[in-house]
């Protein structure tokens, strides 16, 4: 047998030994420490049993109450277990075109809440976040606490967006190398999509290590215009106002590399869908085995022993039987 938390022993029993020999052999200085009130309560005189065999239950009952907080268990050796669950990366668009105002508030928004509705829908998997631009960067590892990860995208907001062009190439590299180790390889774009040229070489990078890619699509095919960093439309050199449409070549790239896409609307609707086609595909494939400690716990029976001994302690049911007893002799009066 062996104890969990054996540092209990180190910090309690210490000043039990010190308690329990003050009551027992000084009450005088034991007064000068305690309440006149809870001295009395802790030796615990009673005429219904003498003081020191209740005590010695009250120490015991103590003792025991530490054992059980030490938690004694017996070792069963390691166990390996089976995770289900899949594995995925998530990436949001952080693009200048994201401020843009045709989905509410805008884009970027949009697809936050978007992609937080997908954690909700996944609650046992192993997500990590990705945000891309020009140069992407990881948001959040890989990881089944899905309030964490809310939390980590709820942080990102118009400081965030870069006006550069969108580089596909780049974020095709970093997701490749930060699922390099995974099996499947699933990659969730949250994008306003973008045009066949800009991700040729994306879709490349996908097929040569065999990333399956899903894509959500914010933006409207009317669009908006471009807003800069100060709320303002951008104009053009022409002197027209910039305006940035929901491109569906990426999610047409997403059905070309084994996934899907869907086009984001109200309500939870499309994230369902795509998580069921996921769900199918995949079937819930494990993650891999976790090895964990095997053991019996039994610190619930010094723990029922010690509440067990302060029952008999604290019982005042001999007492009151003498007090019956006596009143019976007295003709019923005290």
């Known amino acids: 047998m062996s104890f969990v938390n054996p540092q209990f022993f180190w910090v309690m029993i210490i000043p039990f030994i010190i308690l329990a020999f003050l009551i027992s052999t000084n009450k005088e ?5 305690f309440d006149e009130k809870v001295l009395k309560r802790l030796s ?8 020191t065999v209740r005590n010695i239950l009250i120490f015991l009952a103590i003792f025991l109450m530490i054992v059980a907080m030490a938690r004694p268990v017996i070792e069963k050796g390691d166990k390996k277990v089976e995770v289900q669950g899949l594995t995925l ?11 843009s105002k045709d989905v509410y508030p805008n884009r970027l928004e949009f697809a936050k809440k978007k992609m937080m509705a997908f954690f909700d829908a996944m609650p046992s998997d192993e997500i990590g976040v990705v945000a891309f631009a020009y140069s992407p960067f990881v948001l959040a590892p890989f990881s089944s606490d899905k309030e964490t990860l809310k939390m980590m995208v709820e942080g990102v907001d118009d400081s965030y967006i870069n006006m550069g062009s969108t580089d596909f190439s780049a974020l095709g590299e970093q997701v490749s190398s930060l699922l390099k180790k995974k099996k499947p390889k699933i990659l969730v774009l949250f994008s306003d999509g973008g045009d066949a040229q800009a991700i040729k070489g994306f879709g490349d990078i996908l097929k040569a290590n065999d990333i399956d890619l899903y894509v959500v699509l914010v933006g409207t095919d009317k669009g908006a215009p471009v807003i800069d960093e100060n709320g303002k439309p951008i104009t053009q050199k022409d002197g027209t106002i ?15 590399n084994g996934g899907a ?12 869908q795509l998580v069921n086609v996921i769900r199918g595909k995949y079937k819930n494939q494990q993650q891999g085995a976790v090895t964990v400690k095997e053991r019996v716990e039994y610190f619930y029976y ?5 509440l067990l001994l302060l029952l008999i302690a604290f019982s005042s049911m001999p007492s009151r039987m003498k007090n019956e007893k006596v009143k019976m002799k007295n003709g019923g009066h005290a």
Request: aromatic share 2%; net charge negative.
């Open 29 to 33: 200085r034991l007064s000068r420490v």
């Open 44 to 51: 615990a005189a009673d005429e219904s049993m003498p003081m």
């Open 89 to 99: 990366l998530t990436a949001l668009d952080i693009s200048g075109s994201m401020r």
């Open 242 to 256: 910039a305006i940035t449409q929901r491109n569906d070549a990426l999610g047409e790239l997403a059905k070309e």
């Open 261 to 272: 896409y869907v086009v984001a609307g109200n309500g939870k609707e499309d994230i369902q």
């Open 302 to 306: 010094p723990l029922a022993l010690a």
